[in-house]
């Protein structure tokens, strides 16, 4: 389903949007990994919905995609 491929990106983007400085890490990495989701329950985050091209879904959003 999904390849066995790993890859070593380097984060190029500094986003302090988020209250939660690890939560901004993690879009940091979303963006500059080329992402196309994020799935949380993370409230904060879930709020945002979308940053940049990545959409910010939860748990029970992803299993119905």
């Known amino acids: 389903m999904y390849p066995q491929e790993s890859r070593k990106n ?4 500094d986003v ?5 400085e690890p939560d901004n890490r993690i ?3 979303a963006v ?3 992402a196309g989701i994020i799935v949380t329950g993370d409230k904060e985050m ?3 919905g ?3 091209k990545v959409r ?3 748990l029970k959003e992803y299993l119905i995609l």
């Open 56 to 58: 910010i879904i939860t």
């Open 46 to 48: 879930l709020n945002l």
């Open 16 to 20: 302090k949007i988020l209250g939660d």
């Open 50 to 52: 979308k940053y940049e």
């Open 10 to 13: 380097q984060i190029t983007k």
């Open 32 to 34: 500059c990994g080329n």
């Open 27 to 29: 879009l940091e990495c």
